[in-house]
């Protein structure tokens, strides 16, 4: 994971993600002003030891390229990192900077690709070339992992291509069963778009964490 965390950082194998995510460092707006952004590739954050691994999209423009760590300093971020501490895998419910003491138990976030896209919107290309990095990670996982929850239509194509299966249709707290042992619990990316609309309301994604302590408690069978 440590060998892999430095490849992504130096990775400038998209062009057009390399000219974007040092645009957006250059022309911060009004409340970051004064900030040093990451403005590079974003490694995975969490347990290595995760049986949970949740995988996201992107790097928000101004949360995890600006900080450098997933899901770090947005809005999104508040919604994940809340709902973790609030289910026992999170030590505090709050991720503001990569130095403010965050840790994580049993879970391990990622994205599907490691950075900033124009309209958080990724191109095929751009999923293509970053796929690799999402591969390592899930070799290095898998022997332990039990859940894998993609946040999002995106994000659940790119696991499907990682477990060489096609899953049921998406759609919120939907379950896939690949084989044996492991569970795809799928569920809407908590991106403002969907939290603000009320498309995803915070019982509702709180749910995904807490049917993911059920399945860990499964997977662990009775004492
Ligand atoms: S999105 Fe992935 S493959 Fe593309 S430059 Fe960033 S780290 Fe590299």
């Keep these: 994971m440590e ?27 009004r409340r970051w002003a004064g900030w040093v952004y990451w403005a590079r590739g974003v490694p995975g954050f969490g347990d290595p030891e995760a049986r949970v691994w949740v995988v996201g999209l992107a790097p928000a423009a101004h949360g995890a390229n600006r900080t450098g760590r997933m899901f770090t300093g ?20 709050t991720s503001t900077h990569r130095e403010d003491g965050l840790a ?27 796929f690799p990095y ?27 291509r990682l477990l060489r299966q096609k899953g049921p249709p998406f759609g919120h707290g939907v379950e896939w069963q690949p084989w044996p ?16 609309t009320g498309r995803l309301k915070w019982e509702a994604w709180k749910g995904i964490f807490v049917r993911v302590q059920a399945l860990l408690s499964q997977a662990e069978g009775p004492s």
Excluded: M
């Design 134 to 160: 999402l591969e390592q990670e899930w070799e290095a996982l898998r022997p332990r992992l039990r859940v894998v929850v993609p946040l999002g239509h995106v994000a659940y194509q790119q696991v499907q």
């Design 181 to 196: 042992g492991l569970t795809v619990l799928l569920s809407y990316h908590p991106s403002q778009q969907n939290t603000r």
């Design 74 to 93: 947005d809005s999104s971020g508040d919604w994940l990192y809340r709902a973790l501490y609030e289910t026992g895998f999170a030590n505090q419910p």
């Design 104 to 130: 994580l138990k049993e879970v391990f976030i990622s994205a599907v690709v490691r950075c900033a896209p124009p309209d958080n919107r990724p191109l095929a290309a751009e999923l293509a070339a970053c």
């Design 3 to 29: 060998a892999l965390e430095k490849v992504i950082r130096a990775c400038e194998k998209c062009e057009r993600l390399v000219a974007h995510r040092q645009a957006v460092a250059r022309k911060p707006p």
